[in-house]
């Protein structure tokens, strides 16, 4: 069973780098960041579907954190978890290699960056440190928590991957221009093993401000969700309005 769940993983965190990177360095000039933002979210939103029911479709090291924290998981589990992921996005990156290398002119990761993530002169915008650092911590916080929170017992969990993908279009909207955006330590690491030099050094970032940003979702789902009971439907916000 626990076989299956790292399976899947693997392949979720392959087809989520594949399909969101590939987009942002095969047809990034075309879609540009509106449809790169979209290719990640549609790309998490089907796999949540397609693996969902197998692994619960974490394919990030920080909602799997999260998940632990709030203890969905145990820690052997999670620790598989974030050995496919990893794999998985490593994968993901050098078919994307693979495929760009067969241009005319070729594809030199470590100049065109493969969609790495970066801060000050390798951020997109030119963002500092500290501006990457928050933008990846906030932005992770609010991936785990609404992951969280649709997947929560008192939610109607069958609709989770809608708001998740939709989330994560959110997320990139916002962040691609400072970041390229990661708020996943699996998705920055597989491109900085190819592109080497800049992108190593600099993952640290892509690997600390998610997890700290993971521990701040997970805060927050407990403070508003723990003992919490169904909400009838008469009483909320949508049928009152």
Not at 12 to 33: P, Q
Not at 207 to 230: M, T
Not at 231 to 241: G, K
Request: charged fraction near 10%; include cysteine.
């Amino acid at each position: 069973m626990l076989g299956r769940k790292l399976a899947a993983e693997l392949l979720g965190t392959f087809v989520l780098v594949f399909g969101g990177v590939g987009t942002a360095v095969l047809a990034g000039s075309g879609v540009g960041l509106v449809g790169i933002s979209f290719a990640f979210g549609f790309t998490l939103l089907v796999m949540a579907y397609a693996i969902g029911p197998i692994s619960g479709c974490h394919i990030n090291p920080a909602v799997t954190l999260g998940l632990l924290i709030r203890k969905k998981l145990p820690v052997a589990e999670a620790a598989g978890y974030w050995v496919a992921q990893v794999l998985g996005g490593i994968v993901g990156a050098a078919a994307v290699l693979a495929i760009a290398k067969g241009a005319e002119g070729g594809y030199d990761a470590g100049k065109a960056g493969l969609g790495a993530n970066g801060y000050a002169e390798h951020s997109p915008g030119m963002f500092s440190m500290g501006s990457a650092f928050t933008i990846e911590l906030i932005l992770t916080a609010l991936l785990v928590f609404v992951v969280l929170a649709t997947t929560d017992r008192i939610a109607n969990t069958a609709f989770a991957g809608l708001p998740i993908g939709f989330a994560l279009v959110l997320i990139h909207l916002i962040s691609i221009p400072v970041t390229n955006t990661s708020v996943n330590p699996a998705r920055s690491i597989g491109p900085a093993i190819f592109v080497g030099d800049w992108a190593i050094e600099q993952l640290w970032l892509f690997i600390v401000a998610p997890l700290a940003g993971a521990v701040v979702g997970a805060v927050l789902h407990a403070g508003l969700f723990s003992g919490a009971a169904q909400i009838d439907p008469s009483e909320s916000a949508v049928a009152a309005a």
